[in-house]
């Protein structure tokens, strides 16, 4: 395990409190056993999604989650510390592991551990501060990641592939359900952009978002997407009975209705003289 000085401990302590209150505040001591709870239960947060996320959280900072990609983090490592004077408090140092994200369609990306209980001092008077320690790590993982009490399950980060682990690494079963609910939001998205296209230019401008869809569509292997190419389906005629979308010199819709009169004539004269040729021989 790598270590930090007792200089570089001390620094981070007074920047840690100068960023937290504003100024160099006295602090005080926390009990030795709720410092353990805080290190010996860290709670982890991986990603299976293509998608990273930073995210404010209030008086705690903005915390970031990264996308599972080439070179993305799976694993951190937590610095050790010097000895500190009973009840003195020195956050915890991590800097990212050896092992990195190759595949990402079977691999996860790992965030910044988080202490398994949130310290957060407070100013209490001009030159001193109190701690604020009622939140549980695993209950800010949730409030990150938009699970709980007030948030929308459509938006939580659950859905694009992220989890919080029962233990310090993902167990196969946690990955599976991960990725069973990424597949199943890039299944919503492929249906989403598919109908934008079919409803016309204006719908699919308003819908069809690059870093969205076509990144579900590159994600699941899907290169048969007309707006992939773009999100103004140009070249494309819509049928005025139902306004569903047909290439160019095609005759009719999928539903029947004819849609280039001439296209029409030809494709009927066609069919005609094919019948003609099969009747004779």
Known sequence: MARISASEAANRINQYLKDKTGKNRRIPPINNSIQDIMRENTVHVFNVGPWGYRENMGSFGYHFIPACEVGAPMEWERLKSPPAAPGVYVPDHWEEGDRRVTDPRTEYAAMKPLPGLMA????????????????????????????????????????RGCFVAAKKEPSAKELEAARAELAKYMGEMILEADRAWASGPQKAEQVIRPEIHHICAQWMNLTDRDWLRGTKPQGRVKCEMCGLLVDEG????????????????????????????????
């Open 250 to 281: 095609i005759a009719t819709c999928q539903n029947g209705h004819i849609v280039d009169a001439d296209a029409y004539k030809r494709a009927v004269a066609q069919q005609e003289a094919i019948k003609k040729s099969l009747a004779v021989a």
């Open 120 to 159: 957060e001092p407070l100013p209490k008077e001009i030159d001193e501060c109190t701690w604020n320690l009622q939140d549980e790590g695993r209950y800010f993982a949730n409030e990150l990641l938009g699970v709980g009490i007030g948030h929308s399950q459509q938006n939580s980060h659950v859905r």
